[in-house]
């Protein structure tokens, strides 16, 4: 069975740090962008940060931009969210996804992307 599988959330002080891994079961990644989302209770999805698949292009949404950081790996079929200076509006499940088409590599469309994982609880709160 194809999915993606995220590492373990967890409980962080603000301004601390955690870093999330999205790992492919089942294929690979290379060939597929990849995004990452958060939801929190009583708010939309958003889009917070993707990777292009081919040419390393990379998208953050303001709010995390210059805090978070995405990366990939695609001998370790891994792709990382390093996330710094966390605030407890980053309170959310965060989840990634996987995005097989070549073009428009940060869309926000949910049903644009053809794999995801099953969310991770990150909470910051002191």
């Known amino acids: 069975q194809l999915h993606l599988v995220e590492s373990r959330g967890g409980l962080v002080q603000p301004g601390g740090s955690l870093r999330l891994s999205c790992a492919a079961s089942?294929?690979?990644?290379?060939?597929?962008?990849i995004g990452w989302f958060r939801q929190a209770p009583g708010k939309e999805h958003e889009r917070v940060s993707c990777?292009?698949?081919?040419?390393?292009?990379?998208y953050y949404a303001e709010s995390v931009k210059g805090r978070f950081t995405i990366s990939r790996d695609n001998a370790k079929n891994t792709v990382y969210l390093q996330m710094n200076s966390l605030k407890p509006e980053d309170t959310a499940v965060y989840y990634c996804?996987?995005?097989?088409?070549?073009?428009?590599?940060?869309?926000?469309?949910?049903?644009?992307?053809?794999?995801w994982g099953q969310g991770t609880q990150v909470t910051v709160s002191s």
């Open positions: 996804a996987a995005r097989a088409s070549a073009i428009y590599y940060n869309t926000p469309f949910k049903g644009e992307y053809d794999y």
């Open positions: 089942g294929f690979t990644l290379d060939g597929y962008a």
């Open positions: 990777i292009s698949s081919h040419d390393g292009s990379t």
